[in-house]
């Protein structure tokens, strides 16, 4: 008896929200957490994440990495090369995509992602001046359940965590944050950091009441809508 309400009460959850669940480079596919298992997964790249359920407000410190602090693994990438995140069930269609990274003093073991050190790589907000539609980067990971972004070609190497950020806007001011985090080693020969006006911190990359943040999709006013977090960062800065 306990046993099915429980499954009742955690089949809506399950079916309807979503976490990264692994991540290719080049070739080679580097798995995640799946069934909410940390504790009993394979050593991973991901930092460990509890279930899939969002993160509501921006200044939440499970926004960071779904509530992960480190991870066994990392994986290498050069500076100029794809990372691929792959979801194994995204449904909201409505809100950004965002990729950051952070870029580690040393280790990844002592390396939490505190300060003002979040940048953004890659975003998709939305496209086609109506809200109230399935022109989101979010849509685009319902159809494809992957991202994939460069890696800045210029970027100094060193370590890194890679964060994955879906943004779901389908509830009206009821935004919902879903991120998974990840260890990058990231090789090359590059020099560029971004400068400061391109760095965040996560938790509080920006005020819960910023636009790109609490927004009616439904109002039919808005016409256009900006990623909260400030610009991506490409690697070159002129
Ligand atoms: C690599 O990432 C960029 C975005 O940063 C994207 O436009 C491109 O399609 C990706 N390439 C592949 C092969 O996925
Ligand atoms: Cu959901």
Redesign the pocket.
């Known amino acids: 008896m306990r046993f099915d309400l429980l499954v009742l009460a955690f089949a809506p959850l399950v079916a309807s929200h979503g976490a990264v669940t692994s991540y290719i480079i080049g070739s080679t596919d580097f798995p995640g957490y799946e069934g909410f298992a940390p504790s009993t997964s394979i050593k991973t790249i991901q930092r460990q994440w509890p279930d899939y359920n969002p993160t509501l407000t921006v200044s939440d410190p499970k926004i960071r990495c779904n509530g992960g602090q480190s991870a066994p693994l990392s994986a290498s990438v050069k500076a100029g090369e794809?990372v691929?995140a792959v979801w194994k069930q995204w449904t909201h269609q409505q809100g950004p995509v965002m990729v950051w990274m952070f870029k580690c003093d040393g280790e990844f073991a002592s390396c939490s992602g505190d300060g003002k050190g979040w940048f953004k790589i890659?975003e998709m907000g939305m496209w086609g001046g109506v809200l109230d539609s399935n022109n989101w980067g979010t849509a685009i990971v319902v159809k494809n359940l992957k991202w994939?972004?460069?890696i800045p070609s210029n970027i100094a190497p060193g370590n890194y965590i890679i964060r994955h950020e879906l943004l779901a806007l389908h509830q009206a001011n009821t935004p919902q944050f879903y991120a998974e985090c990840a260890q990058l080693v990231v090789t090359g020969d590059g020099t560029a950091t971004p400068p400061a006006d391109f760095l965040y911190p996560i938790p509080g990359y920006a005020p819960q009441s910023d636009p790109g943040i609490t927004v009616d999709i439904y109002m039919g006013k808005e016409t256009t809508y900006t990623p909260p977090g400030g610009r991506v960062w490409s690697g070159f800065t002129f």
């Open positions: 794809n691929t890659d994939s972004s460069a």
